[in-house]
């Protein structure tokens, strides 16, 4: 990286083109006062913009995902961010690819690129300062020595405060076109896929081992937001702080085994998850990592209790199919 005063380069694979970041996410849910109360319990930075709900994390300037008020759950679109000096060349690449370009939904001023992915959902490219990660995300172990107390007193213990978005899992109708389609217009790499049914990909100029990932259904829609964190204590802490404020529906503590990262899932109130993540694996921007296809059955978790039987069921979908939830998601 180059170092010129205080200002670090971000990671980026010379003339590799491919989108750098999950930039945010737009949802719309049919109770914004509850959404607020879900996402703060949570530990994000909650705020009003315009007449929606911006999610942030502390200390960070990045708007993650935008809330919107409609008549039932549903993931509006992905933005992924791209850097400036490729805009041109992205905009090639859809023509090429004969991939359709439309307006932005109304209320949207932006001067990205719009058209919708090969499910149907609405997709921005946009100029954003890169948000994934250029390394692998520190972790706390939290390790006493001899005469040290381990463990805080309980009413000592502070906020859990997610440091970042981590990635989005999204309903698709075809995994492997999903595949195709954001390997060729977007980028993106594949990091490991299961069964047909799942499926993880990352972004070239470094990330971690997925910044969006991909679960069959019969229509899109928004299976969960994964948060980073920085231990698996804190992992433990958000999960018993939701639990104790009514949200103890959800799955975890467990680990995973495409992507390594130490998971509690919490239900939300439309049916989709927030995931607190720690210690996911990391693909540095040199490394070509060798995507593998993987069964299902070695594949999901590592350890951990039985998921949810409707785990992996799309809300969003009419008529969705009840998927088995060890699925691979």
Known sequence: MTQIGHYIAPTRRPDALGAHSMDTFRMAVPDLEQARRFYARFGLDVREEGNGLGL???????????????????????????????????RARLQQAGVQRLDPPPGFESNGIWFNDCNGLLIELRVAEKSSPDAKSTVEHLIAG???????IRGAVPDVRPRRLAHILIFVRDVAESIRFYGQVLGLRLSDESGGVVAFMHGVHGSDHHMVAFAKSNAPGLHHCSWDVPSIQDIGLGAMTMADSGYADGWGLGRHVLGSNYFHYVRDPWGSYSEYSCDIDYIPVEMDWAGKSHPIENSFYLWGPEPPKDFAFNHEAPHEPEMPAAAGI
């Open 146 to 152: 001899p005469g040290q107390r381990g463990a805080p």
């Open 56 to 90: 942030y994390t502390f200390n960070h300037p990045h708007r993650w995902g935008l809330l919107v008020e409609g008549p039932r759950k549903s993931l509006g679109h992905l933005s992924f961010g791209v850097f400036e000096d490729d805009m041109e060349r992205f």
